[in-house]
């Protein structure tokens, strides 16, 4: 296999403290929080406490000012634990990013310390029941008036909505300009107006809370804008690609763990009278999965080393993201067949992956959307 060649030392260092963080706060918790599908506060308060947290934040605003690859070795373990329930990658990659990035000194003071801690969950607001990868058909409006903003609206599919004290909601505040006249504000949940809907129950990513959000004459002060009015589309667009990479690196991770939990089943699982392995169409099988895994691995490396130096476009984020998502469905497919029938059991780590996996082609943005994106890099763009 080819070595890796991204992470220092130090990184490893951090990956053995965020290994151990998912042994013994996080495993022992999972199956309970996939039933009650919602994960204890008290894991996001135990992840702050050992910087687990917007650690790529600032030091000023709570943050431990570490590069991403710290962040990344936190969704790679995540995803070797096979935790679907955790969204701390949200909270701390998407949500934090915005706030840096586009917020005033004065939301980031308010919100990103307490992002750091776990005292305050995050949540961005982008789908809605009539608008999913399509972000230009958002129906929800932030009228302004006297120094405020009256969002009316509601949002679907939002990842740490039922848990979440504020949100990044994406409105139109100049609904006749279409996407052009699209924001992004900074809506807190003590709010009057913003109320949270039922926790959906979905096929996968049990224990991970995912709501609605109502919006009904909500007051947002003109202070919680993210950047300027009209242009929340344009900041989408430029946070997406890290978004983006960051489901192909979760997808690469499962990947490689799937293709482990599997070798050493084959090895141990007799079928008449030997080791499953030991026939040529398990190996062959296996050689084939860990081939387009390491391409894959590949392939993501180099796309974290463009996002560090600030060269990862969109397209190329997008074939990470299409290319990895649907690779991790194809290959946890074939490795629950090679498990047989046990593969089909909810004890076994390669079933809850497998129902994990198939929702990683459908959120942000469909794959079918990130090959349009691809194809306008190659000037073959549609209408």
């Not at 009904?216 to 202070?223: C, F, S």
């Not at 099988?285 to 993501?300: D, W």
């Not at 990895?324 to 059991?345: A, F, N, P, S």
């Amino acid at each position: 296999m080819i070595p890796r060649t991204l992470f220092s030392p130090e990184h490893e260092t951090f990956r053995d403290s965020v290994r151990r963080f998912m042994d013994e706060e996080v495993k022992p918790h999972d199956e309970r929080w996939q039933e009650q599908g919602y994960v204890d506060r008290e894991v996001w308060l135990k992840a702050g406490a050992n910087g687990f947290l917007c650690a790529s934040m600032p030091e000023e605003y709570g943050g431990a000012g570490a590069d991403k690859r710290y962040s990344v070795v936190l969704m790679e373990e995540q995803a070797r634990a096979n935790n679907s329930s955790l969204g701390f990658g949200l909270h701390s990659e998407i949500v934090a990013p915005y706030l840096l990035h586009y917020g005033s000194e004065h939301l980031k003071k308010k919100y990103l310390p307490k992002m750091a801690t776990g005292e305050a969950i995050a949540a961005i607001a982008m789908s809605e029941p009539g608008a999913g990868s399509d972000l230009q058909g958002v129906k929800t409006s932030a009228i302004r008036k006297a120094g405020r903003y009256l969002l009316n609206g509601s949002k679907t599919f939002i990842t740490n909505g039922w848990h979440c004290d504020l949100a990044i909601v994406v409105a139109k505040t100049d609904p006749a300009k279409g996407a052009k006249g699209t924001s992004l504000l900074v809506v807190d949940t003590t709010m009057k107006g913003f109320t949270k809907g039922r926790r959906l129950k979905k096929v996968g990513l049990k224990g991970q809370d995912t709501a609605e959000l109502f919006f009904d004459n909500v007051e947002v002060p003109a202070e919680n804008l993210l950047g300027q009015e009209n242009n929340g589309f344009a900041y989408l667009m430029q946070e997406l690609p890290w978004e983006r990479l960051q489901i192909a690196i979760g997808a690469v991770a499962k990947c490689e763990a799937a293709l482990d939990w599997t070798i050493e089943y084959v090895r141990d699982r007799k079928a008449f009278g030997q080791p499953v392995a030991a026939y040529q169409n398990t190996r062959f099988k296996l050689a084939e999965l860990a081939s387009e895994t390491q391409i894959a691995r590949v392939f993501v490396d180099k796309c974290i080393e463009l996002l560090l130096a600030g060269k990862l476009d969109t397209a190329t984020a997008s074939m990470a993201k299409y290319w990895c998502t649907d690779l991790e469905c194809k290959l946890i497919d074939e490795c629950v067949q090679l498990h047989g029938g046990y593969g089909y059991m909810w004890e076994f780590p390669i079933a809850r992956a497998y129902v994990d996996a198939r929702v990683q082609r459908i959120y942000g943005g469909t794959n079918e959307i990130m090959k349009e994106l691809i194809t306008r890099s190659i000037g073959l763009g549609g209408n």
